[in-house]
């Protein structure tokens, strides 16, 4: 077999576009996920130190040693998978990923003042206890330190192009036929907006997890230990998994084996609809860009086409949109799989769960071209005053409005013979209005349109 490596990875993220993915390893790798999953066991230990079960209390030297036992490195996480697979160091293989986890604890204690409470270690859980918040960590902490700091670049050039553009005009195409006018900054206001409510709903959100033993029940907790209240301790511990973070972790007291995953499928059809909102706005950036509307500054050294030389392709918008689509086409099944699990658990959510990494990777890698791609534009307004003025024909809209204030009859119908499938100009409409039997003052008012001028509250709405 050839060794992994860039060239040889099977998945883009991992190939390509590992640069950029490899912002989210600590987060959803094999690696992260050890390291995650340590976390959850030592810091149980200490919980059950300070809980009146029997467990001798800590020093403080002894709890930092704790604490500082996920900081491992790669070199020790393969020490983990090697007690997995075939042993190590007369530890023999368990061929369960969370017991390895379990017994690299109980050889690291074995070398410390801890030794006498490695048994402790995984005391009464069952292995989604410690996946369930392991898993919840690894998407709590994508979120809040890569996803939405890239969201907010996006939005923050999307709010400083609408700011900036509020008062550019632009012909509007609704089913792709010449419309009212609108303006370029108030269409990127749309697309902010529509942006920042989901980062809100992203932000704002918590991710439920389990900690009550084999079938949600704490049967082994309150055997073993009937004078605790184990529901209250594990809300606590969850609890205390929070500092720090925006994003909380949230005890799920009522589960089987595993939590239900409701609230991934709340995150994960969020995600989704923001794949889909900066689909939409990769497909319209890329047809302005078709219409000339919007230029792109050239990459010195870069070529556009293998053929045409004169090219500078839409393709970081192209490349978004890609993205985007295999994002959303994972999201949706991990929103749609994960709430089953048939009885109190079944194993197809384990391997779906390791998939995570690849859909925010895609995502992440749209974000960063949708990015690159709007950081290379420049807003035409020549050329959309231009294509706008070729349409005067959208002002019909705004005269049949104010005639039928006016009281003049069937305006619509009137101004639908002028306009519906002819060519007009300006000189064309003002014969008709001339024509009317109105007041002067209003001839004047509805001869002064033009369609760069006929822009309502755009500038305020883009502002």
Do not use: C
């Amino acid at each position: 077999n050839m060794p992994l490596e860039p060239l040889t990875a099977v998945s883009s993220v991992d190939g390509r576009y590992r640069t950029i993915a490899a912002e989210l390893t600590e987060h959803f790798s094999e690696f992260g996920l050890i390291r995650a999953r340590l976390l959850v066991e030592t810091e149980y230990l200490i919980a059950l130190s300070e809980t009146d079960i029997g467990m001798r209390t800590l020093s403080a030297e002894e709890k930092a040693i704790l604490q500082q036992l996920p900081h491992i490195s790669t070199e020790e996480a393969q020490i983990v998978k090697k007690i997995e697979r075939e042993g190590y160091e007369g530890i023999p293989a368990t061929n369960h990923d969370v017991k390895a986890v379990e017994y690299f604890i109980k050889m690291k204690l074995a070398k410390t003042s801890l030794a006498d409470i490695s048994e402790w270690t995984h005391f009464a859980l069952t292995s989604e206890d410690v996946n369930s918040i392991a898993q919840g960590v690894a998407l709590r902490s994508a979120l809040q330190s890569v996803i939405l700091p890239a969201l907010e670049e996006i939005r923050g050039i999307l709010d400083a192009n609408a700011k900036e553009y509020a008062a550019t005009p632009m012909l509007a195409r609704t089913h792709g036929q010449s419309a009212t006018p609108t303006t370029f900054g108030k269409e990127m206001r749309v697309f902010e907006s529509r942006l920042a409510r989901q980062m809100e709903q992203l932000r704002g959100r918590s991710i439920l997890v389990k900690f009550a033993g084999a079938s949600g029940n704490f049967n082994a907790h309150q055997v073993a230990a009937p004078e605790v209240d184990w529901r209250a301790f594990a809300g606590k511990f969850v609890a205390g998994l929070n500092v720090g973070y925006k994003i909380p972790l949230e005890l799920n007291a009522v589960t089987t084996q595993i939590e239900p995953h409701d609230t991934y499928a709340e995150l994960f059809d969020n995600m989704r609809r923001i794949g889909t909102i900066l689909t939409d706005l990769s497909q319209d950036m890329w047809r302005y860009i078709s219409d000339g509307w919007v230029t792109q500054k050239p990459k010195e050294g870069e070529v556009g086409s293998s053929a045409m030389p004169h090219k500078v392709n839409p393709i970081d918008f192209e490349n978004a949109e890609g993205n985007f689509g295999v994002a959303n086409a994972l999201f949706t099944h991990f929103s749609q799989k994960l709430p089953i699990s048939r009885l109190q658990r079944d194993l197809s959510d384990s391997t779906v769960i390791r998939v995570f990494g690849t859909a925010f990777a895609h995502a992440l890698v749209g974000y960063r071209s949708l990015l690159k791609g709007l950081g290379k534009i420049t807003v035409n307004a020549e050329a959309m005053l231009s294509a706008l003025n070729e349409h005067p024909e959208v002002i019909a809209e705004a005269i049949q409005t104010v005639l039928r204030r006016e009281g003049v009859e069937v305006p619509y119908e009137k101004l639908k013979e002028l306009t519906r499938g002819k060519e007009v100009s300006l000189e064309d409409l003002a014969r008709f209005i001339d024509g009317l039997d109105i007041k002067a003052e209003v001839k004047t008012r509805l001869k002064a349109l033009r369609p760069e001028n006929y822009l309502g509250l755009a500038a305020e709405i883009a502002g």
